[in-house]
């Protein structure tokens, strides 16, 4: 069984900073794991997702300021958060899957199978 555990999150003044952890288990060969998130009432939204090779996308919100990384022996994907804004507070979401494929941009929900609990990010201003 496929489990996706975040930690990381918390509360933080505008301008600050937070690191995202995701740790997975359960599987041996995901494709392509990413951040995704949910403020109340809005939809959920791609963040940022990195292929196996380390090849990168992110929403252009959060370009030059928010930083996904990984480290395929632990089996754990890291989103570095800098220059927090306000509009950033919302649900985070980790996500992977395992099929092969190109994908660009923006993440989309439909590119991942499988889902973490949420860790809650909150920026006041």
């Known amino acids: 069984e496929v489990q996706l555990v975040e930690s990381g999150g918390g509360s933080v003044q505008a301008g600050g900073s937070l690191r995202l952890s995701c740790a997975a288990s359960?599987?041996?060969?995901?494709?392509?794991m990413g951040w995704f998130r949910q403020a109340p009432g809005k939809e959920r939204e791609g963040v940022a997702a990195i292929e196996r090779d380390g090849t990168t996308n992110y929403a252009d919100s959060v370009k030059g300021r928010f930083t996904i990384s990984q480290d395929n022996a632990r089996n754990t994907v890291y989103l570095q958060m800098n220059s927090l804004k306000p509009e950033d507070t919302g649900i985070y979401y980790c996500?992977?899957?395992?099929?092969?494929?190109?994908?660009?941009?923006?993440?989309?929900?439909?590119?991942?199978?499988?889902w973490g609990q949420g860790t809650q990010v909150t920026v006041s201003s």
């Open positions: 996500a992977a899957d395992f099929r092969a494929g190109l994908r660009t941009g923006k993440p989309r929900t439909s590119e991942f199978g499988y």
């Open positions: 359960g599987y041996t060969a995901r494709t392509y």
